[in-house]
């Protein structure tokens, strides 16, 4: 990995690593090794993500896009799934949309009926 990578990608790791730790201790939890492995790993996506999109317009980080093969292949595979799904969709081959029943508010129950009735005392009808 590049230098150009690198030192972007340790400073974010680090950043996000301390936030994650500072969330577990004041919320009293133990911390994963494996969120803090993620976190360092998906900081690497972000910087060579935006390496690679920087690279379109800012000439010099040209260089830097040839060390990022592997970050060029999976995002080039992911634009490939998702104008699949895209053509799919409006083609009518994919999988229907999945109909989610409308959001209810806050503090209202149903009773059985249509419209839902407020929950006044706190406790459930």
């Known amino acids: ?10 400073a974010l790791g680090i950043v996000l690593v ?13 911390f994963n090794v ?8 998906h900081s690497a996506g972000i910087v060579a993500g935006c ?3 920087l690279s379109t317009v800012y ?13 060029i292949l999976i995002s080039g595979l992911a634009v490939v799934a998702v104008s699949a799904q895209a053509v799919a ?3 009518q081959f994919g999988a229907p ?9 806050v503090g209202m129950e ?4 249509e419209e839902p009735t407020p929950n006044v005392g706190g406790g459930v009808a």
């Open 59 to 71: 000439e010099p980080l040209r260089d830097a896009v040839s060390e990022l093969n592997v970050y």
């Open 89 to 91: 969709g409006h083609l």
């Open 110 to 113: 149903s009773r059985g009926s």
């Open 18 to 30: 301390l936030i994650y730790c500072a969330r577990c201790w004041k919320a009293g939890v133990a």
């Open 34 to 41: 494996g969120t803090l492995i993620s976190l360092v790993l």
């Open 1 to 10: 990995m590049d230098r150009t990578v690198f030192i972007p990608t340790a």
């Open 51 to 53: 390496i690679i999109t």
């Open 97 to 105: 949309e999945v109909k989610r029943p409308p959001a209810r508010e």
